[in-house]
């Protein structure tokens, strides 16, 4: 596990240019979890910056997916937000498609969803502390597979 505080958006700035460089090679499948606000979007806007992305990254709340390939790596980007509980399980066999191969993709999850899927991935979770408007960035590598991923965060 790492936990980082981030105190500014150039923090969160700095902790996803990093992970970025550590999955550009091989991809990577991450859920995010954390309240309304909290800042699972702006890790994902700035790591598609990172990895070279030019369209311009946008919530897909109301889309569910959005999906970037100007980078050297493509970069799918979904939100489950709005599905109730029953849409989430619906959904779970086709999230393991994006779970393998060369790309990256983030789930940001509605804060009601356990997120349990039947492969590996990193699991993110934001939270925002209001006594100095930091984010606390926690990541889990669930499997072997990202475990280096998790580790190279610490350096
Ligand atoms: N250190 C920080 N890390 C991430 N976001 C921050 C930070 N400081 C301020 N913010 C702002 O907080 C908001 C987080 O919103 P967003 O990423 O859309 O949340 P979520 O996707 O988790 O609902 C953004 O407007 C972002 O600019
Ligand atoms: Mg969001």
């Known amino acids: 596990m790492y936990k980082q505080k981030c105190v500014s958006l150039e923090d969160t700035k700095a902790l996803a240019y990093k ?3 550590l999955v550009k ?4 499948f991450v859920n995010l979890f954390g309240e309304i606000g909290a800042g699972k979007t702006a890790f994902v806007k700035l790591a598609a910056e990172a990895l ?3 369209e311009k990254v946008t919530s897909p709340s109301f889309v569910i997916l959005n999906e970037y390939h100007s980078a050297a790596i493509p970069v799918y980007h979904f939100d489950l937000y709005r599905l109730e ?3 989430i399980k619906t959904i779970t066999d086709e999230l393991r498609e994006y779970s ?3 790309k990256i993709t983030f789930v940001e999850w509605a804060e009601f969803s356990q997120g349990e899927l039947p492969f590996e991935r990193i699991e993110m979770n934001v939270k925002y502390d209001d006594t100095d408007d930091s984010r606390i960035y926690e990541f889990q590598a669930v499997g072997e ?3 280096k991923v ?3 965060l610490k350096n």
Not at 25 to 28: D, I, P, T, Y
């Open 145 to 147: 597979k990202y475990k």
């Open 85 to 87: 509980n029953v849409g």
């Open 25 to 28: 090679e091989e991809g990577c």
């Open 150 to 152: 998790v580790e190279g």
């Open 52 to 54: 070279g992305i030019k």
């Open 19 to 21: 992970f970025a460089n």
């Open 100 to 102: 393998e191969g060369k």
